[in-house]
Each structure stands twice: as C-alpha cells, then as structure tokens.
T-cell receptor, first 111, second 113 residues
C-alpha cells in the first residue's frame, strides 16, 4: 500500500524525441517528489507536487499530479543528451517519517 | 557548505567483517537517512533519524545499526558483512522530512566478497 510503481523501467529515445515516466500509487499521496540521478551520480531533487491536479514546469520538464492524487508524471519535451539518467518519484509516508522511492525509470538517448 | 559528505567512496569487505560508513552534513538538518541502491530496486530506506538521539528503522534495516549522537553525523554500521549487502549506499538529509527536498551524499560503493 505504501509503494509507488514507476513505469516504464527503461526508455530509450532518439535525441529530440519526447519522454514520459509515470508514478502510480494505490493509495492517496500527500505529496510526490521527483529526483534525477545521472549515471554514476547521486539523486538530485527536481520538484515537489502537493496539490491535486498541480502542473509545474521547469524549462523542458513538465510535472503533473493527478486529480485524485494517486499518480504523477514527468514529461520531457525534445530530449537532449544531458537528460540521460534515472528519474525517481518518491512519496512521503507522513506519519512514519519516511520517504519511499519508486524503482526509477532509466532514460538513455541516442544522439 | 560542503553539503552531505560520505566516506569512504569505495570499500571491499570479506564476509563477516564489520565496518562503519560515515555520513556528515553541515546544513543543520534535523532529518537524516540511509538508503541502499541495487539495480532495478530503486532506493530502499535502511534507517532514518528525525534528530539527535532519535533513530528508527526503514524498509530494510536487518544487518545494519545506526546512531545519531550529534546533528551533523549519522554513521551506518555493518555488523557482519554479507554478500547480499553489496550495494551503493547513499546518505541523505533535510531540514525536516515533510515537504522538504532531500540532499544526497555522493554515495559509498560497497562490495562484500
């Protein structure tokens, strides 16, 4: 019940193509955070979504939080080689003071 | 600020050996945590602390101990290393957990033979 499922596990695209990763939960989420991990690096915070239906943009990245607060997505428009890495969503288990991560989506790009 | 630092960066142990992974932060963060990362498994929470003197178990605590004697330091101890503990270990911190980004250290790559 506390897990978040991310799909797909892997995605390979041509440079310039769009990319989307999805994060799904069977229970309502209090918030969702997104992180990016470059190959050989550590996770780096991208954004947090809190409100139902929230949409936030960071340049070519668009983050959405579902109306029912059970799913979220990260969409990258016109991928660049700098977008390579693994993207993780994470949910806050508030009462238990835990942050639970999805399995991640690994993005590779053909230049 | 150095942020979150971890030592060592790499470590090879033999089965049964013990060791301590060090983690320190200089941002005066109350919340600190340890994750392990294995291929296809994402980041799994081992232990966490909401402040000095307070620790609790995460999803995969077996075989690991932690203590939090100061706000800055949160060491992770492997009591008797096993090959199943071969992984990359990340320490993270934040002001509190709720609605705050986690700052991750660079990681420790551990191999247990």
């Amino acid at each position: 019940g506390q897990q978040v499922m991310q799909i797909p596990q892997y995605q390979h695209v041509q440079e310039g193509e769009d990319f989307t990763t999805y994060c799904n939960s069977s229970t309502t989420l209090s918030n969702i955070q997104w992180y990016k991990q470059r190959p050989g690096g550590h996770p780096v915070f991208l954004i947090q979504l809190v409100k139902s239906g929230e949409v936030k943009k960071q340049k070519r990245l668009t983050f959405q939080f579902g109306e029912a607060k059970k799913n979220s997505s990260l969409h990258i428009t016109a991928t660049q080689t700098t977008d390579v890495g693994t993207y993780f969503c994470a949910r806050l288990i508030q009462g238990a003071q835990k942050l639970v991560f999805g399995q991640g989506t690994r993005l590779t790009i053909n230049p | 600020n150095a942020g979150v630092t971890q030592t060592p960066k790499f470590q090879v142990l033999k089965t049964g050996q013990s060791m301590t992974l060090q983690c320190a932060q200089d941002m005066n963060h109350e919340y600190m945590s340890w994750y392990r990362q294995d291929p296809g498994m994402g980041l799994r929470l081992i232990h966490y602390s909401v402040g000095a003197g307070i620790t609790d178990q995460g999803e995969v605590p077996n075989g690991y101990n932690v203590s939090r004697s100061t706000t800055e330091d949160f060491p992770l101890r492997l009591l008797s290393a096993a090959p199943s503990q071969t992984s990359v270990y990340f320490c993270a911190s934040s002001y509190t957990l709720g609605n705050n980004e986690q700052f991750f250290g660079p990681g420790t790559r551990l191999t247990v033979l």
